[in-house]
């Protein structure tokens, strides 16, 4: 069955530090998606990605964050300067289009 | 606000109990519909999705969902549960914006007792 991989599954950084999470999507899936999870918190949306570009985001994904897809495999989330609050699970999805989401494992990022 | 609103945070269930987690939606217009299964230290798994047809959608594990358009509900539901279903339940939206971004609940955290 095909997977989205994500990686690191921990990341630990200093506040103002920038983190890259990587993920790699199902291949032929063309829409792309990181939400992120707070502990004991929902699941809230961030961007999605089609077409090589940004097709939505949330308040959430404000300047500080980014979204690339440097080489037709990767799909990667930047945060420029981490925050305390930046700390939650971080999740990758793709889709082919309808049809529901696969996530990835997810990467745990804690900024001390 | 729109939003996706699921009933209960916590539920204990002994094992063969049957199980009915309520959600419900505030949009109008067509939606997609999902729950999705977060099992403990794992991710999130798709369970079941409605798009159109059949109100009643079976998923895996012996889960199912009844569609009920007039009461903006999408109720997922299990006849036996078993031990190993203890996890988190997310009910989860496509709103009818355009695109396909999806709307999370806050979760049902279920435990079920062996």
């Known amino acids: 069955e095909p997977e989205v991989t994500q990686t690191p599954s921990h990341q630990v950084t200093q506040m103002g530090q920038e983190v890259i999470l990587r993920c790699v999507p199902i291949?032929?899936?063309?829409?792309f998606y990181w939400y992120r999870q707070i502990l004991g918190q929902k699941v809230e949306f961030l961007v999605s990605f089609y077409n090589n570009e940004i097709s939505e985001k949330s308040e959430i994904f404000d300047d500080q964050f980014s979204v690339e897809r440097p080489d037709g495999s990767n799909f990667t989330l930047k945060i420029r300067s981490t925050k305390l609050e930046d700390s939650a699970m971080y999740f990758c999805a793709s889709s082919p289009g309808q049809g529901g989401y696969t996530f990835g494992s997810g990467t745990r990022l804690t900024v001390v | 606000a729109q939003s996706v609103s699921q009933h209960n945070h916590h539920v204990i269930l002994s094992e063969a109990a049957s199980l009915e987690l309520g959600c419900n939606y505030s949009?109008?217009?067509?939606?997609?519909l999902f729950w999705y299964v977060q099992y403990p230290g794992q991710h999130l798994q798709l369970l079941l999705k409605?798009?159109?047809?059949?109100?009643l959608v079976k998923g895996i594990k012996g889960f199912e969902a009844e569609f009920i358009k007039s009461k903006f509900s999408f109720n997922l539901r299990k006849p036996s549960v078993q031990w190993s279903d203890t996890a988190e339940y997310f009910c989860?939206?496509?709103?009818?914006?355009?695109?396909?971004?999806?709307?999370f609940g806050a979760g049902t955290r279920l435990f079920v007792k062996a």
């Open positions: 989860a939206v496509n709103p009818p914006t355009g695109g396909f971004k999806t709307i």
């Open positions: 291949s032929n899936h063309l829409y």
């Open positions: 949009y109008g217009g067509t939606v997609n």
């Open positions: 409605y798009f159109s047809g059949d109100p």
